[in-house]
């Protein structure tokens, strides 16, 4: 299913298969009724709001929507807001930050009296940064008790190893080893707190090779995990690598995310507005690598020293297309493109 960013990115206006549920995506709600307020007001759509994002589209032109990874919102807020569809009302403001630039989005429930948007998010954002183990690198955490691992909810473990040595180091430290469905932990036997927990999702590469201790089993991360080059002396090396390989590739199949909810009542309208995997009538240019579509992520941008081009007073220019004094465009669009 290629890099996992559905959690880590904000999307605008992507294409259909950008919206589709991954592997490993799990669709834990979905509300009718809900208005874009910052960047759509007055246009009704839906929200989803699965595992590991939220997703928003319009209901007249699907081409309209939005996905917002959890990992990007750093607030949120439930406060009043005027919508064009339903006048005052309470509101969802999410702030978020990605590439360098600050956004704002606000969900509207055109619902009179319904806190399930809300409810929904809260209960979902709450289990999201509870469960950082399941998708993030941590190094020297408290994850050992007893000379135990400490485990998440959920974890298996498939094999410990002991007598393994972290050559992260100069002279090497000897540990214990732990492959789980959910990571690979290893931890120094003097000294507990210093550990590595590293999830399946973060493993970029997975290979045996030759270094000053001998032969060691290395294990290197995404780019997101910083890049580190972990390296395992251990006894059955190649019997050990195999598994890894073996139990990362069944990890890819089905990808443990760690999130879940339990709301309060059950609904039956998610099928409704789920997204099929249909094929557009148009062509369509592979975005897959894309960043935010300017034009539209500049009706969410807040203002702010990291917006999308460093703040620089504006230049005033002559526009000879309507024949008035305007302020420069941001590079990269054009006064026909922010009409569209």
Known sequence: SGPIWQ????????????????????????????????????????????NLRIIWFCDDNKKINLSVGYDCILNSEIKDNNSLMK????????????????????FSSLVRDSPRLFSS????IRS?????????????????????????????????????????QEQGNLGSFYISNVRIVWFANLAEGFNVSLPWTQIKNIKVKESKFGTALVLET????????LGFKLDNIEEVHKEIVAL??????????????ALKEEYEDIEKVTIPKVEDEFEEVDQSDAG?????AQYYLTSGADSYSKKKKSKIIFSEEIGLAVEQPPEGLTLEKLWK
């Open 248 to 261: 990362y590739q069944v990890y890819i199949a089905n990808p443990v995310f760690g999130v879940e909810a």
């Open 7 to 50: 959690h880590r990115e904000i999307r605008f206006d992507a294409p259909f298969s950008q919206l589709t549920l991954r592997k490993g995506e799990v669709l834990i709600d979905s509300i009718a009724n809900v208005e874009d307020t910052k960047g759509n007001n007055g246009d009704k759509g839906n929200l989803l709001i699965t």
């Open 128 to 168: 999201y940064e509870t469960t950082k183990l399941y998708r993030d690198l941590k190094l020297r955490g408290a994850i050992v008790q007893d000379s135990e691992l400490i485990l998440l909810p959920k974890e298996k473990v498939f094999n410990k190893y002991t007598g393994v040595w972290n050559l992260s």
């Open 292 to 296: 935010p579509n300017m034009v539209s």
């Open 121 to 124: 998010f809260q209960a979902v």
């Open 222 to 229: 995404s780019e997101f995990s910083g890049n580190y080059v």
């Open 87 to 106: 006048g005052s009302s309470q509101a969802l403001y999410l702030r978020t930050r990605f590439q360098q630039s600050r956004f704002e989005f606000i």
